[in-house]
């Protein structure tokens, strides 16, 4: 018999065609197997539209072979009615014979009733097969949901000296093209984008998708007297930004100013996005930004970009407290990846 390891993996392939597109649910995929032999597919393709477990069952010819049939889900299937029904009625309408499910979905509306209601059917079910790279798989979800908070990346290019600008601030650019590229994937994979004050005002950044295909993140400034002009990019309009200060809440069209406490910290900001259904956000300088999140230890990991250039003096880059977990080559940069434990 084939291992429910192989099938697990195949599942969580499916899961990866849904990122960016899924937010704030889970990357979920699903695989029906009957006697060794797949005979359905599916995966969450968008949120609002139908589940990993409703695709795969619709994917599968034959119907009446459900009721001998495994199905392999990433996620526990869901026991709550949302935008479409529970998923977990689903398998056990269809009489499948057996669920095998990678994670736990720690989420109260979930949290085990899914399971429940497929024992409680006489169903077989198996948990934990290859949970942690399920868990990976939606580190953004659980974190979400057990951090009431947003999975927050960090994200820089510095020199091969150490800096991140010159002392004027200026910047731009440090890396490579295909590292640039390689930046504009992530923009589009995650919910939303921040920068501070500093770096909007000097680099004027867009903060969009450009050289890739994919949706714009939410654009985040941090501005607390509300110093930056208003014919900078951030404040054209063109994607919603949200920009954070201590003088006044407003909405203007996309734009909107929220207002938080004199002397507010990242944690402010972050609690504001969780009650926003924000999943994930990178963070993208400046040097000043970054290093409140590293000290506050609100992080979960560092992207760090480092190119053969050199400036010779300027401001200084972050420096990660912990060791490289990831270095990958791109042409002449060096991408090292850091995980907060």
Known sequence: MISDELYIRRALELA?????????????????????RI???????RYGQAHAEVNAVNSVENQELLAEATAYVTLEPCAHVG??????????????????????DTNPLVGGKGIQILKDAGIEVQTGVLEN???????????????????????????????????????????????R??????????????????????DDPALNVRDWVGKNPLRIVIDSKLELPSTLKLFDEAVPTICFNTLKSEVLGTLEFVMLRTGFQVSDVLEDLHKRNIQSIIIEGGSYLLNKFLASEL????????????????????????????????LDDTLRIYYHV
């Open 299 to 330: 992080w979960d990991e560092a992207r760090v970009f480092t190119s053969s250039n050199k400036f010779g003096s300027g401001i200084a880059a972050p420096i990660p407290p912990t060791p490289v977990s990831e270095t990958i080559e791109i």
């Open 16 to 36: 990866e065609f849904g990122r960016g597109k899924v937010s704030p649910n889970p990357l979920v995929g699903c695989v029906i197997v009957h006697q060794d």
């Open 181 to 202: 590229q390689l930046v504009h994937k992530w923009r589009a994979e995650e919910d939303a984008i921040m920068v501070g004050k500093n770096t909007a005002k000097y």
């Open 83 to 104: 935008k479409t029904p529970p998923c977990a009625n689903l398998l056990v309408e269809k009489k499948v014979k057996r669920v095998v499910i990678a994670a736990f």
């Open 39 to 45: 005979i359905g597919e599916g995966y969450h393709q």
């Open 133 to 179: 790279e399920a868990r990976t798989q939606n580190k953004r979800f659980f974190t979400q949901i057990e951090k009431k908070r947003p999975y927050v990346i960090l994200k820089w290019a510095q020199t091969a000296d150490g800096f991140v600008a010159r002392e004027d601030f200026s910047s731009k650019w440090i890396t490579n093209a295909s590292s």
